[in-house]
């Protein structure tokens, strides 16, 4: 796990430069990290650095900067259609998210319907692993899917795709 990795897997999730910058700090200096988040820090459990993990790090900084769709498992395709419709890069395509909401069946199976809508857009959901019923979902160009898979693993997390 190295700070290149971090770098290189904010930058392929999205090309906010800000993200990369908060990451990094918390891999390499987490008590600056917790210093300068002051009353802001996430409801995480983060007490001290060593509660930092640069993964939350980046899913809060996805979140922020409005590039995440932040789902729980109850949701439905009604929600993620919701959701997908205010990612920039989903929004910038024109894609119709509507018929999202009508899948019937799970969330999951919502999401594999809008990750085949979005393949003749060049961009792929995928799926950053953080507890057991959120479903953060980022849209990526779907050339840098198999990379930012191999990253995760690599720095220790997982981030999947579900078609």
Same mark, same amino acid.
Request: glycine residues 10%; negative net charge.
């Given at each position: 796990m190295t700070a290149d990795d971090w770098t290189?897997?904010?930058?392929?999730?999205?090309?906010?430069p800000e993200l990369s910058g908060s990451v990094l700090r918390a891999f390499s200096d987490p008590a600056d990290h917790v210093a300068g988040q002051g009353q802001?820090?996430?409801?995480?459990g983060t007490e001290s650095a060593d509660d930092v993990d640069p993964w939350f790090v980046m899913i809060d900084g996805l979140d922020e900067s409005g590039a995440l769709a932040y789902l729980d498992? %109850? &949701?439905?395709?009604?929600?993620?259609?919701d959701a997908l419709a205010g990612?920039?890069?989903?929004?910038?395509?024109?894609a119709d998210t509507e018929p999202v909401a009508d899948v019937d069946g799970g969330l999951e199976d919502a999401i594999v319907r809008a990750d085949e809508m979005l393949?003749?857009?060049?961009?792929?959901?995928?799926?950053?692993? %953080? &507890?057991s019923d959120a479903y953060p979902l980022v849209a990526v160009p779907s050339?840098?899917?198999?990379?930012?898979?191999a990253l995760a693993e690599r720095l220790g997390h997982e981030a999947r795709t579900f078609g």
């Open positions: 290189r897997l904010c930058g392929l999730l999205d090309d906010d802001d820090l996430p409801d995480r498992g %109850e &949701d439905s395709g009604v929600e993620l259609a990612l920039p890069r989903v929004f910038r395509t024109g393949a003749p857009h060049g961009l792929r959901l995928v799926f950053l692993a %953080e &507890d050339e840098n899917v198999s990379e930012i898979v």
